[in-house]
């Protein structure tokens, strides 16, 4: 069974991301491997793109609704099941899926463990004959990005960079919740530690992998703070 279910994730993942990104590295110039995994995110963050789109304005929604989330929590506070069932009812009158960016990131999961896959092992000649007939081989991959940084190996800036990244990501989509005595102390304690812990765990994870995955990790952030800006911009002007 696990068989199976690795050949299923090589087939559908591992491979078609493996040969796009060499397909991509034979026609760029200089052939910089650096710039072929940016071309490859931005393609994947587009292909991506609609459910972003839903995911950042269910996100925004949810900020605008914390006041009225708060005051359900207040009135029914010694209700668990009646505080659920009004703030699903809200949810419903909204239209909005409260769940929509949890699914986004485990769509974007599969993927990220594929490119690790490509990045750790696909630089070995030995994986170019994994290539498909319309695809060029060539000979040999350089892991280099602008003749500067071997993508192929951790990188300390990069993970770093990563890192601040994903710290201004997750602070534009989270929900302001006042700090108020008790339980909102609380929630607001939470959700500043958060803000802070995945940056940290980002950085602790890819300060082990390659810097390709690292590459990734920031220019797919850079794409996603901005289309989240633009979008969220637009949601509060309507």
Same mark, same amino acid.
């Given at each position: 069974?696990?068989?199976?279910?690795?050949?299923?994730?090589?087939?559908?993942?591992?491979?078609?991301?493996?040969?796009?990104?060499?397909?991509?590295?034979?026609?760029i110039p200089g052939r910089d491997f650096g710039i072929a995994v940016i071309c490859l995110?931005?393609?994947?963050?587009?292909?991506?793109?609609?459910?972003?789109?839903?995911?950042?304005?269910?996100?925004?929604?949810?900020?605008?609704?914390?006041?009225?989330?708060?005051?359900?929590?207040?009135?029914?506070?010694?209700?668990?099941?009646?505080?659920?069932?009004?703030?699903?009812?809200?949810?419903?009158?909204?239209?909005?899926n409260p769940f929509s960016g949890l699914f986004l990131a485990l769509v974007q999961l599969?993927?990220?463990?594929?490119?690790?896959?490509? @990045?750790?092992?696909?630089?070995?000649?030995?994986? %170019?004959? $994994? #290539?498909? /007939?319309?695809?060029?081989?060539?000979? &040999? !991959? +350089?892991?280099?990005?602008?003749?500067?940084?071997?993508?192929?190996?951790?990188?300390?800036?990069?993970?770093?960079?990563?890192?601040?990244?994903?710290?201004?990501?997750?602070?534009?989509?989270?929900?302001?919740?006042?700090?108020?005595?008790?339980?909102?102390?609380?929630?607001?304690?939470?959700?500043?530690?958060?803000?802070? @812990?995945?940056?940290?765990?980002?950085?602790?994870? %890819?300060? $082990? #992998?390659? /810097?390709?995955?690292?590459?990734?990790? &920031? !220019? +797919?952030?850079?794409?996603?703070?901005?289309?989240?800006?633009?979008?969220?911009?637009?949601?509060?002007?309507?």
């Amino acid at each position: 069974m696990f068989d199976f279910l690795v050949n299923i994730f090589n087939v559908f993942l591992y491979h078609p991301l493996f040969n796009f990104l060499i397909l991509i590295y034979n026609y760029i110039p200089g052939r910089d491997f650096g710039i072929a995994v940016i071309c490859l995110t931005l393609i994947i963050r587009l292909i991506i793109y609609p459910l972003s789109i839903k995911a950042i304005k269910s996100q925004r929604v949810l900020q605008r609704l914390q006041p009225k989330i708060q005051e359900i929590q207040k009135k029914y506070k010694d209700d668990k099941e009646r505080q659920a069932k009004e703030t699903l009812e809200l949810y419903r009158r909204e239209k909005i899926n409260p769940f929509s960016g949890l699914f986004l990131a485990l769509v974007q999961l599969p993927v990220l463990i594929a490119l690790y896959q490509v @990045f750790w092992k696909g630089l070995n000649s030995s994986e %170019l004959g $994994n #290539l498909y /007939s319309f695809v060029s081989n060539p000979g &040999i !991959v +350089s892991p280099f990005f602008l003749g500067l940084v071997d993508l192929s190996k951790p990188n300390l800036i990069f993970a770093v960079l990563a890192g601040i990244i994903q710290f201004f990501q997750t602070k534009m989509l989270m929900p302001q919740v006042k700090a108020e005595k008790g339980k909102r102390d609380m929630a607001a304690m939470m959700q500043k530690q958060m803000l802070y @812990f995945f940056p940290v765990i980002t950085v602790i994870i %890819l300060f $082990n #992998l390659p /810097s390709a995955l690292g590459l990734y990790w &920031i !220019v +797919s952030g850079i794409f996603s703070i901005v289309q989240q800006y633009f979008i969220m911009a637009r949601a509060d002007r309507e």
